[in-house]
C-alpha cells in the first residue's frame, strides 16, 4: 500500500519539471496508455488511480525527500483512505495533464488532492489520507518529522471519505479468496494501494458496459505477497453500489471499499 509502482503505464507527453511556486503543485503531462484499457474500452479504475499516484511520486522524486531518501531514514508513506471520482473515461492515447498536491498537514497525518484534466476539462479527482511511519517499529510519526521539499495548497471541495464506510445495515457475504501475487505488489513486497481496484472490480457481478464512477478504500493493514484474503461483498446491482470488507489470516480487516459504478453512455 505504499508507493505506487505505475510510472511504466504512462507515457510521459515530454519531460517537465513544472512546479508552481505559488500553489505548490506537481504538474505532468502524459499520454493514456493503450495497455490501461479494460474490455470495454476505457481505461480502468486503478489505471486512472496510478497516474495521480504517479504524479505525487514525481514531486517527491523532483524535490525531496524520494521513496529512497525515506526508505534510508527507515520511514515510509503509507495510506490509510482514498476517495477516487471518475467523471469521464479516459481512452487509448488521450492526452492529459495530472496535478498532485499536499494540503496542510495535522500532526499525524497527510491530505494529498490530485486531479486529471484533459482539454481543460476534469476526468477525475482524488482525496487521500497518508501516514508517516517508522518502518522498523511501525510506529506512526508526526507531520515536523520529516522536512519536504514542496510547499501546500488548498485541498479540493469534494466529499471526504466517510469515518464508517460500511454501515452495519449492509450484511456482507463471502464472494471467494485472493492469494496476493508476484504482479500486485510493489517494492516492500505488499499488495501496492492502486491494485486493490483490481481486485474489487473482479468480484463485481458485470462490469459489462459499466465504469467506476467512484470508489472510496479504507486501507486497515498491509497485504504481503503469498498470503490469502477472504474478499466479502454486498451487491446492490439495482443502483450500481457495491460494498467490500477483505480479511486477513486471523481475521484481522485488512481493507474496505465502497464503489460506484454508472453505465457508460451516461458518463461519455
Not at 13 to 22: G, R, T
Not at 43 to 55: H, K, P
Not at 58 to 85: C, M, W
Amino acid at each position: 500500500m505504499r508507493q505506487s509502482r505505475g510510472a511504466a503505464a504512462a507515457v510521459p507527453l515530454k519531460s517537465i519539471n513544472q512546479w508552481d511556486a505559488v500553489e505548490m503543485k506537481q504538474i505532468e503531462r502524459f499520454r493514456v496508455n493503450s495497455h490501461d484499457m479494460d474490455f470495454n474500452g476505457v481505461a480502468s479504475a486503478s489505471s486512472v488511480l496510478r497516474y495521480l499516484q504517479e504524479t505525487a511520486n514525481l514531486q517527491h522524486y523532483r524535490h525531496g525527500p524520494t521513496t529512497d531518501d525515506l526508505r534510508r531514514e527507515n520511514k515510509a508513506f503509507i495510506v490509510s483512505k482514498l476517495t477516487l471520482n471518475i467523471y469521464r473515461p479516459l481512452r487509448s492515447f488521450d492526452e492529459i495533464t495530472v496535478e498532485s498536491w499536499l494540503c496542510k498537514t495535522r500532526a499525524m497525518s497527510f491530505l494529498r488532492c490530485g486531479r486529471i484534466l484533459r482539454d481543460g476539462l476534469p476526468v477525475a479527482e482524488l482525496f487521500s489520507q497518508w501516514a508517516l511511519v517508522d518502518t522498523r517499529s511501525h510506529r506512526l510519526l508526526r507531520a515536523d518529522d520529516i522536512k519536504l521539499g514542496f510547499g501546500f495548497d488548498e485541498p479540493l471541495e469534494m466529499e471526504p471519505p466517510p469515518r464508517i464506510l460500511i454501515p452495519q445495515t449492509v450484511t456482507l457475504t463471502l464472494a471467494g479468496e485472493h492469494t496476493v501475487s508476484y504482479a500486485e505488489v510493489d517494492q516492500n513486497r505488499h499488495m501496492n494501494n492502486t491494485r486493490y481496484l483490481d481486485m474489487f472490480c473482479g468480484y463485481i457481478p458485470s462490469m459489462e458496459k459499466k465504469m467506476v464512477v467512484s470508489a472510496t478504500i479504507s486501507y486497515h493493514s498491509e497485504a504481503p505477497l503469498g498470503e490469502t484474503v477472504r474478499v466479502y461483498r454486498h451487491c446492490n446491482e439495482l443502483d450500481d453500489i457495491y460494498y467490500f470488507r477483505t480479511l486477513r489470516e486471523g481475521d484481522s480487516v485488512n481493507a474496505e471499499a465502497l464503489i460506484r459504478l454508472d453505465d457508460l453512455d451516461a458518463v461519455r
